[in-house]
């Protein structure tokens, strides 16, 4: 089933347009929660602190990519609309490689750098190998989260926004599955919860991939020359959306590090839960921004 953007839309159609982004996005912040549930049920309240303590990095790749996604979506979608689909597909293989170098280098710093950033990032001595450890495993899944990304909205412009739904919701069911498989009978711990989470994303990468180098759709990867000005606009398109992802990292930085200054890793442990909540609204707003904005 595909929707096509090229038709006339009512408040209504527009909802259900977005729908399928919104629900996207909702289950992309259920990962972290999800994992928040089995590290705090079956391992503890400091790993829970360790894992709130990561998530700001974690947040700044998927900041960036909602970045190049959401303004990407944008130029790609007008150069469908005037009928320029080579330059369209030539958009869209450079906003994946662009947001596939940024992944890699993220991940290559939190191989290189992991504890100077846990430190900066407001770990303690008693967080510090949890927190180094989730993080480490959590960006070396930079890519996958990174293609996952892109492509729930490129996915839309493509006109198959319903895929993009059930490989995120199939996403989530095996991250929570995978969480209590690590977690529970392998006893992996902090480090089961980021490899669960990262296995979750690379499911939607590996098939939005493969749906992308397909060159029976419409849009698909090709060779491209490096586009300079359209990378500048979808990087200024995407900047609102960005700066909104990273807002919960900034938010999440202050809390934890004033928490653990008043009430220690516990402080830490109760605002996580509270933030969870923040995140299914601010899902649910991003998830229609970027819905609408083909």
Known sequence: MTTSINQHFSPWSLLKFAF???????FMSLYTIVDGIFVS?????????SLNIAFPAASVVIAVGTMLATGGTAVISKYLGEG?????????????LVGLLFSFFAALIAVLFPEPICRMLGANDLLLADSITYLK???????????????QCFLVTAGAPHMGLIL????????????????????????????????GQTIPAVIGLVFFLSPRHELHLTRFSFRV??????????????????????????????????????????????????????AFYLGFSIGISQ
């Open 20 to 26: 399928p982004s919104i629900i996207m996005m909702m």
């Open 41 to 49: 049920r079956f391992v503890g309240s400091n790993a829970l602190s």
């Open 84 to 96: 320029k689909k080579r330059e369209a597909r030539e958009c869209l293989s450079l906003f994946l």
């Open 137 to 151: 495993i959590l960006l070396l899944f930079s890519p996958a989260c990174m293609l996952q990304t892109l492509f």
């Open 168 to 199: 995120t919701i199939l996403a989530g069911l095996v991250n929570a599955v995978m969480d209590y498989v690590l977690i529970v009978p392998c006893q992996l711990g902090i480090g089961g919860a980021a490899m669960a989470t990262g296995l």
């Open 229 to 282: 000005k359209e990378l500048l606009q979808a990087c200024y398109n995407g900047s609102s959306e960005m700066v909104t992802q990273f807002s919960n990292a900034v938010i999440t930085l202050l809390f934890n590090i004033i928490l653990m200054r008043l009430a220690g890793p516990n402080g830490v442990a109760a605002i996580t839960i509270l933030l969870y909540g923040q995140f299914l609204f601010q």
